[in-house]
């Protein structure tokens, strides 16, 4: 299998019985952020437990940097993952599990527990350290989960819903260590359904519907890939109706509406790249002065709304 | 680090943590209540029986060798294996906690091992203890003299000493069988019913079938046969050189087939 570098998928295949968990997925991701999007039973969780050997592959092979997933002694050296079940090991208290995971990399029983009250304070949860995780609240449990996939410093980060029961503040802190983690050139893959976090974080998107990858890559070539849906560009200038007269001069045109505040359009047209020419034109020949042009449907949600729930209107 | 000494590091850190949930967990109680009752009906025998006049008769010996084998071995050391032994895994897969351990460095083997070796480590200590406690209040319902005379003949401290062996074989025995169980079955209790009522009509089965079980080799072990009844078709014990290492293996090819088990095992919280 090539790619060893990367977190690799080869025709994978996942069934619970004769129900579909994903189907023949092929993909490779590479270091950044990668968002797994899709509705609720689109098979994210399948993906993230067969990266991560929790389930195994019906068919195909699942590899992440060259280690197979039934050698997890290897994998979770440098895999850690921050799973949605919402459980612990009965009476284990925050320092505990943490302590008691760090050990089983090889850690001595003093170097674990000095790691894991890094981890705990980065977490925020210092003062719970010695509280029993069950009395946690939800924000504190997905925290300390978190803290216990980050513990040992893992190359491949694999977070499910990380961002579930966390406070603005937390969130906030949150997406800035992904980030930065993804900065050092690790692997982070994350589902959210929330898309404008996804888009806010990923480098790359997944896109899953009905256990399938719908489309896969970074947004912006995803959204391009989207032919039959025309793009939109939201268009903020002095002279909104000049440009709506002059746009069908541009065949790839489709539709043009004005803001209902009078200082801008939306266009839609099948050819972005003629219609930023043709605004350059009107600059030009006309002095339009242009505030701003923006894109107005390249990201997570326009996608998901055109290949998942299979919207074609403009918004 | 060689793996052998990784392996044994992580199989032992496991053990540690499996023995803290095993002695905090509701299971603890009734481990208690099973290893509890013998001593508890002993420690009222000797209350009732109590004389200091000696000497000790040969049928308190058969007294308690009946005892053990129908009380501590049938009842307390079976019953309290399968409490401490099939939730190892079972247990985890219930309470939604096994993909913890399923995502740390370790080979499922060695997680078959480590929790094996807090399951013994548990049952060891406390079966022993039982057996211990109760042989001295039998033994010594015949006056304190008389234990402290018993005791110092080489045949006095190797009578306690064969009851705590056949304890420790009956807990690998059944251990390795029980952690297989607990991986294989959802409802423990019922293959847990079938083996005890195996074991408990073996008396009846011919010689070859005697040996396909755990008691059969730890009976052997027993410093006074108990009498086995009207009905029994007698065979003749193993030895111990072929019961120990028979329940030894019996308990190594269980533990072979939970760790197999495991290397296929899947989290499947879902449709537990």
């Known amino acids: 299998m090539s790619g060893s ?45 067969l990266m991560t050997g929790l389930l195994r592959p019906s068919k195909g092979r699942v590899e992440v940097l060259g280690v197979g997933t039934d050698d997890p002694e290897t994998l979770f050296r440098m895999v850690g993952y921050c799973t949605q079940y919402d459980s612990f090991p009965p009476g284990v208290t925050g320092l505990g599990f943490i302590a008691s995971t760090l050990r089983l990399h090889g850690l001595s029983r003093s170097e674990a527990h000095e790691r894991a009250w890094r981890a705990i304070e980065s977490a925020g949860l210092g003062d719970a350290a010695g509280r029993k995780v069950a009395a946690y609240s939800k924000g504190m449990r997905q925290r300390i989960r978190l803290a216990q996939a980050l513990a040992h410093d893992p190359r491949v980060l694999v977070l499910d819903e990380p961002l579930n029961g966390l406070d603005p503040l937390a969130r906030a802190e949150a997406i800035a260590l992904f980030k930065q983690l993804a900065g050092e050139g690790r692997f982070v893959v994350l589902s959210s359904h929330i898309l404008h976090e996804v888009d806010l974080l990923s480098d790359q998107v997944i896109l899953i519907h009905h256990g399938h990858v719908v489309a896969e890559g970074a947004i912006r070539g995803v959204r391009e890939e989207v032919t039959e849906q025309p793009l939109q560009v939201s268009v903020r200038c002095d002279r909104p109706s000049l440009v709506a007269s002059r746009i069908f001069e541009v065949d790839s045109a489709v539709e043009a509406r004005l803001h209902d505040d009078g200082k801008g359009l939306l266009v839609r047209t099948r050819d972005a790249d003629r219609f930023y020419l043709l605004l350059n034109r009107l600059v030009v020949e006309h002095g339009l002065v242009l505030e701003e042009v923006a894109p107005a449907d390249d990201d997570v949600h326009a996608v998901y709304r055109y290949l998942i729930e299979g919207d074609g209107g403009t918004s | 680090m060689s793996h052998w000494v990784s392996w044994r590091r992580q199989a032992l850190v496991i053990a540690a943590s499996e023995v803290r949930r095993r002695l905090l967990s509701r299971g603890a109680l009734a481990l208690l209540v099973l290893a509890g009752a013998p001593v508890v009906l002993c420690g ?18 058969v007294a308690y060798a009946i005892l053990y084998r129908s009380v501590l071995l049938r009842l307390t050391v079976f019953f309290g294996c399968m409490i401490v032994f099939t939730p190892m895994i079972r247990g985890d897969i219930l309470d939604r906690s096994l993909h913890y351990w399923f995502l740390a460095p370790v080979r499922r083997s060695v997680l078959a091992a480590g929790k094996f070796m807090a399951g013994l480590a548990v049952t060891l200590a406390v079966f022993g203890a039982t057996t211990l406690l109760t042989w001295l209040l039998v033994t010594a319902s015949h006056g304190w003299a008389e234990l402290s005379r018993k005791l110092a003949s080489p045949a006095g401290l190797g009578e306690p000493a064969a009851y705590l062996a056949a304890t420790w074989l009956a807990c690998l025995g059944y251990g390795g069988v029980f952690l297989a169980v607990g991986i294989v079955f959802k409802q423990p209790i019922v293959p847990a019913l079938g083996i005890l009522g195996w074991e408990s009509l073996l008396f009846l089965m011919p010689a070859a079938l005697k040996k396909i079980s755990v008691v059969h080799y730890v009976e052997s072990l027993l410093p006074v046969a108990p009498p086995e009844g009207p009905l029994a078709i007698i065979a003749q014990p193993a030895s111990p050189w072929i019961a120990v290492p028979g329940v030894v293996l019996v308990a190594a090819a269980a533990l072979l087939f939970a760790a197999r088990r495991l290397r296929r095992t899947e989290i499947l919280y879902g449709v537990e």
């Open chain 2, 44 to 61: 009222v025998r000797f209350a009732l029986v109590f004389t200091d006049v000696g000497p000790l008769e040969n049928t308190t010996e």
């Open chain 1, 5 to 49: 570098g990367r977190i690799v998928f080869e025709n994978v295949s996942k069934f619970y019985g004769e129900v579909l968990g994903v189907n023949r997925v092929t993909i490779s991701i590479g270091p950044g952020i990668t968002g797994l999007v899709g509705p609720n039973g689109s098979g994210k969780t399948t993906l993230m437990n």
